[in-house]
């Protein structure tokens, strides 16, 4: 009894004062920062292999602090940023526990926030000025966001998102200096969609959830209503790429495919241009799906999977009676009920988090299957581990992936609705509500079917074989951008931005996929006639660059 009794009090004592945990609804979970400079230089500290700025504390009063301080006191900065601390309150208890090789030290500190002009990007690694004293941080996260409150709100939870995946992965974290081309609708490859995705739905999350009209007007802008035309590169840099992540992925228009470029621009326009108008212009082809391949490498499609699990009602409301689960997060012993202390959005998220960790843990050790499909494969870690939810998981899944196309009442109100001159649609509610109408009535024909569907339906995608483009830039050879392709989904116009590659091979590619089946390597590409030797070892050595850059989720290589 004795025994029993110690064995109590030392579990009581380990949850209620653990060392390091990370109370995420208390101010002290975030730091404000700013640059250090030597009169108008800004110092950089260390190694000449790793020059890290020198940061400190932006002192209490400092009015553009408070203005942002307010910001994460509601709405989905809020929920984002206790987001964060559950998910290292979690990842300490994995270090603990030895499933882990990351650094206790990485989850102990609070969230640094660098405010600078221009901002919007998370990193790792700095010297931190306090005072007379100067601490290597050199293993802690930061980000780097602007201090105008609007634009903080609009990307905090995006860019943390990041972050909380970082937490999440064993590996050394760090962004590559390789500029990767994405946006929401462009087909990039599937672990960059998830990522994004991942962030982007973020975005939508918080102009639903936003309190602030200046911020919620830079995704639906209502003062823009009745305008009918912008032109081209205002409506990319200003409108188009906020509208995307917004209505775009409540309205699942990404499941749908891109309307092909008109004749006129293309016997005008180079490959460079067609690349970027096709991946830029708001025209959809309503007939027809995407191949779930090209879904499943679309961020703005994986975004909207993100979204309508989260708002889920049955996956939010579904608490878990094992109180260790909540436990994990919290970082202490739960006195109440989990549903107590986390809201069905976060109980959602809790969720997510773990089947992502699981996941990650699986690629870590090559688990994954050929290419990993990788939204499929969470969705798969997520309904192992959470049976209850399987149904409303895998459901909206093979909904938004597999029947959209059959959706033809919400088809048509698209056709007649959506407003062709490059900006947002039309009445975004009242087609909402179609589209929701529409989804119930395929649930039921999903609920007939049965989950096995997503294993079946998967078996017909073919296998992806992706490339990285790295002959796309925009004009000077010192910006290149990294374009993934898959030549097992990608369009002509994909292929033909590949400089060696003429319109009309491309065409060729594009026919022999189509009537003969999937290439298995790049070697297939012989019985393409069109192609040469030399063409061929340049397309194997793209395949050798992703290989090399995707190393962590591909087992086939």
Partial sequence: MKRLLLIVMFFSLFFSARPGWCDASSSDSFVFVRQSFDGTTPVFVGE?????????????????????????????????????????????????????????????????????RGGNMPKRGFYL???????DKSFAHYIEMPPDP???????????????????????????????????????????????GWGEHFETMMADMTENAACRNLYTFEDARGRE????????????????????????????????????????????????????????????????????STEGFVATLFYRMV?????????????SFYEKFYGRKLETEPREVFSPLENAYLKIIFAKRNL??????????EEAMVFADFIREYAAAFPTDARAALGGFCANAYFAGTWED???????????????????????????????RMQKTIDAMGTSGVELKLKHAGVPLWIVNDTFNLGDETEKFFVSINLNAAEEYELASIAF?????????????????????????????????????????????????????????
């Fill in 129 to 135: 000025k306090n005072g007379a004293a100067v601490t």
């Fill in 410 to 440: 919400a088809s048509a109100f698209y056709r007649k609705n959506y407003r062709a001159a490059h900006l947002t649609l039309f009445e975004p509610d009242t087609m909402q509500k179609t589209f929701s109408e529409s989804f119930q």
């Fill in 48 to 116: 000449k292999t790793r020059k890290l700025p020198l940061l400190e504390i932006i002192p209490s009063g400092d009015t553009a602090a408070a203005e942002i301080a307010g910001t994460l006191k509601g709405g989905m900065s809020k929920i984002s940023l206790a987001l964060g601390g559950y998910a290292k309150n979690f990842m300490l208890g994995e270090v603990e526990a030895g499933r882990s090789s990351q650094k206790s030290e990485v989850f102990r500190e609070p969230l640094y926030i660098h405010l600078v």
């Fill in 501 to 557: 590659l003429t319109k009309g091979q491309a065409a060729d590619i594009v026919s022999r996929r189509d009537n003969k089946g999937f290439f298995s390597c790049v070697e297939d590409l012989r019985k393409v006639p069109s192609l040469g030797d030399s063409q061929i070892k340049k397309l194997a050595a793209m395949r050798g660059l992703f290989v090399e850059k995707h190393s962590k989720y591909i087992r086939n290589k």
């Fill in 360 to 369: 990650f843990k699986k690629y870590e050790t090559h688990e994954a299957l």
């Fill in 150 to 196: 609007s634009a903080f709100e609009s990307i905090f939870a995006h860019e943390n998102g990041h972050l909380i995946d970082a937490y999440l992965q064993d590996s050394e974290f760090g962004f590559s200096p390789d500029r990767f081309v994405h946006t929401a609708p462009v087909v990039s490859d599937f672990w960059t969609a998830f990522v994004e």
């Fill in 311 to 323: 708002k889920d009602a049955g996956i939010g409301a579904g608490y878990l009676p094992d109180k």
């Fill in 229 to 296: 035309y912008f032109s081209q590169l205002q409506d990319i840099a200003n409108l188009s790429h906020k509208s995307k992540r917004y209505q775009w992925v409540k309205s699942n228009m990404f499941a749908f495919k891109r309307t092909p470029v008109s004749r006129e621009l293309e016997m005008r326009a180079g490959t460079l241009e067609i690349y970027l108008y096709n991946h830029f212009n708001a025209n959809f082809d309503f007939s027809e799906l995407k191949n779930i391949q090209q879904m499943l």
